[in-house]
């Protein structure tokens, strides 16, 4: 229902101006109710209370506002007016009582359900409620009722970029920008405006294209040059993707200049921006880029940032040429005793790529039987033990060797490492540091003492020296992980997403940052999400039983059919009882005979190889009594 107005737009201007002047910092706020009640009634316009119940939200008077049209006079008055209704959605949503927001919501939509700005604010709502598939919905449903209400779009826009659906975020940005906003004056319209140029270059940061981003953020800066969020996130970028401190630190003195109270307080979602995420990403980001140009060099492309690459076909003829030769020279060498050790040293590695590490043990044990200094192959050797979980074992074979490599830092992170696995945390610590100390840049070595750390609840002391592993390695997968699990046990769920993300994107079958992602995805409400995670870390390991918990779980809390349930723990049961080694004899001897077609060592050496595996294998599934 809408409410006949009498009053010009000049008229109502003059009103909206006069409440925009009163001094919302007085104690005594009754006068300044008593007057807008006043005003409000005497006039009775739906487009007078919209104005005024905006100059109030912008001044951060959202309780004023939410007294006045829950006052009984303001109730009367307006109770059968869809904008009414659809105000107390939007204030009760800033007000971050989403179930309250959502019913006014819907009881303005009864009333019309043309109101495409009801719709946003039930989006809203909704989205903050974890249900974002009914968020994207009513985002559709208001933008098909009002296709040039652009908060809409950049609300959708930004629900897309949260759920990891960036090139439909992308899309409807786009899609915006191509709009005629005929019912925004030209302020508010270049304000909005802005908003999307932004909300756009984050899409692209997270698909990788800092360049675009950096082009959009410059043109939402260009219409808002007072917004301290877009000079923080143009500052953000030039200084973690392109290490550009000189343009860094003129946006970063610019933000520091804008009064905060001059800010415009739209209607629209902004993301929650942290002061310390410059710091926190500044590797992570780093990392990205290195492979972003690893993958120009491969593709044979010029690159836009660092060092131009001259020349790649000829490159790329000569590596080729290059492992011909180093090929040639493998297959015609003599077999003697030190080529024999190399080559089994450099299978046990390929080995343990794919995670066979009790083959691989074998090969490793067999060089240090013919060569007992060989420090490669002892680290090697001892690594395997720990996969294995054999930890007594690794720390015999630790102790034994720091007898001989004395103060050996590789040795001494790994008995760091052993420890943490054996729970004696203390130990652990103490020789985590002795190895840092030894030798700064140990990236492992901080890891673990994160790690344990973690183990004590001190999670903000843990994500330091996850951090500082980062800062060492940014291409090591596994504190990524970890600051995720300590961000998820502080119910820090945004920020865990984004660091298990990384974790995956750095180590794609990294199958426990997966099964993270999956609890994370479950307790945001994102559950379908969580399904997927679970789904691929099952795929990556099939024998883990905590993962098929975890999914079986969820299900049940979807009531899923009965069947499909009992499918799924009837698979769990199979996949988790550990096979017997002679079923898997064959399969593994293929598996291995491809990875020695496709290795750089002779003929002979390769059919030693394959009479060795086929050995060992019969030997594990047909045990001799002794």
Known sequence: ???????????????????????????????????????????????LLEEISNILLEKQQQKLIEQILQSKEIKDIYKKCDTFHSLLGKIYWKLENFEKGLKFCNAAILLNKNNAKAYNYKANCLSDLGKKKQAVSNYLKGKKIDPCYIDIYINLGALYNETDKQEKAEEIYQEALKLNFVELNIQDYQLKLACVYNNLANVYLELLKPEKAIEFYQKSCTINPNDSLILNNLANTYELYFQNKTESINFYKQQGNIDQKDKSNLETKQPKQKKEEKYNNKQIIKFKLQLMDNEDEESGKKVSHGEKHENSENSVKQEKLEKQENQ??????????????????????????????????????????????????????????????????????????????????????????????????????????????????????????????????????????????????PNYSFPYNNIGVCFYMQERFYEAKKYLKMAIYLQPDYEIAYNNLGNVYDLLGMKEEAIEQYKIAVKLNPIQGV???????????????????????????????????????????????????????????????????????????????Q
Request: charged share 30%.
């Open 1 to 47: 229902m809408e409410i006949e107005s009498e009053l010009s737009q000049e008229e109502r201007e003059n009103i909206v101006s006069r409440v925009g002047q009163l001094d919302f910092f007085d104690k005594n706020m009754k006068h300044i109710i008593i007057q807008i009640k006043r005003i409000l009634t005497r006039h009775q316009d739906q487009i």
């Open 328 to 473: 040639e020279k493998l297959e015609n060498c003599p077999k003697n005793e030190k080529e024999d050790i190399q080559k089994s040293l450099e299978f046990g590695k390929q080995l343990m790529s794919i995670k066979e590490y009790e083959i691989a043990e074998f090969y490793f044990e067999k060089v240090i039987y013919k060569e007992h200094n060989n420090l490669e192959a002892i680290l090697q050797n001892i690594t395997c033990l720990i996969e294995l979980k054999m930890y007594q074992k690794a720390l015999k074979q630790i102790d034994e060797n720091l007898l001989i490599f004395k103060d050996n830092v590789d040795l001494l992170t790994l008995k760091g490492k052993t420890l943490f696995f054996c729970q004696k945390i203390d130990q652990s610590i103490e020789f985590c540091q002795k190895a840092i100390e030894l030798k700064f840049r140990n990236q492992i070595a901080y890891n673990y003492w994160g790690n344990c750390l973690k183990e004590k609840k001190q999670y903000d002391l843990a994500i330091e020296k996850y951090k500082k592993s980062i800062e060492l390695d």
């Open 547 to 625: 993962i098929y918990e975890n999914w079986i779980q969820l299900l049940r809390e979807l009531k899923t059919d009965p069947q499909k349930l009992e499918k799924l723990r009837n698979l769990k049961k199979f996949m988790t009882e550990l096979p017997s080694v002679k079923s898997q004899t064959m399969k593994k001897v293929r598996n291995y005979l491809y990875l020695i077609r496709n290795s750089q060592v002779s003929k002979m050496f390769r059919k030693d190889v394959v009479y060795e595996i086929v050995t060992f294998l019969y030997q594990k599934s047909n045990p001799v009594q």
